[in-house]
């Protein structure tokens, strides 16, 4: 007898709560300026990776993300007060009952704009092209203006500038959050395997 097809709802939930996961982090925070800038990390870290991105104030400062067992982890915070990016992409491996599976997001494709506003990333290792005008390096992290959301602790190293411009950026980031998030032409998949943005 032919076996009756149906949902194993039990593996379709270990992917769907991390997929609803990241696009909640990744759209879902779009209240209106009003969320939290710190919050409990998962501990892994995902990729983000944007052709350009073209921005109005930004800003960086050092600080540590903790994790739900406790554990510190240094990140770089960097702000953008307002952004426009292209060719965005954002991947996250996720270990599942049939081996790694790859969340990939992307938006800003084929002419297409992501913008953002009060965009904050707290990242542990960053590689791009940048021009940035009217830089201040040195200043104290819990002064900075640029971006209030991404201000430091008090006496530690900050930076920040009146605009920036990055290309071709590859970034290992552990959070993100935004006050608004638009992407005109969000894509979303699910993949078996290691299929990173980079």
Request: hydrophobic share 45%; net charge positive.
């Amino acid at each position: 007898m032919a076996e009756q097809g149906g949902v194993r709802w039990k593996r379709f939930g270990l992917i769907l709560v991390p997929v609803a996961a990241m696009t909640s982090l990744l759209i879902g925070a779009t209240a209106q300026g009003v969320i939290a800038a710190t919050f409990v990390v998962s501990g892994n870290s995902f990729k983000l990776f944007a052709g350009e991105l073209r921005g109005q104030g930004f800003s960086l400062a050092g600080d540590v993300d903790r994790t739900k067992k406790g554990r510190l982890i240094p990140v770089i915070v960097a702000g953008v007060q307002r952004a426009a990016v292209t060719e965005l992409c954002a991947s996250a491996l996720v270990k599942t009952p049939v081996g790694t599976m790859t969340i990939r997001l992307t938006g800003g494709q084929g002419g297409n704009e992501v913008t953002v506003d009060d965009l904050v990333i707290d990242v542990t290792v960053g590689q791009t092209a940048a021009s940035i005008r009217d830089l201040e390096l040195g200043r104290d992290a819990s002064t900075l203006d640029a971006v209030p959301e991404a201000r430091g602790p008090a006496g530690t190293f900050g930076g920040q500038a009146r605009t920036v411009t990055l290309r071709n950026v590859r970034l290992s980031a552990r959070a993100v959050t935004a006050a608004t998030f638009s992407l005109p032409d969000l894509g979303l998949r699910a993949m078996r395997g290691e299929h990173e943005c980079y």
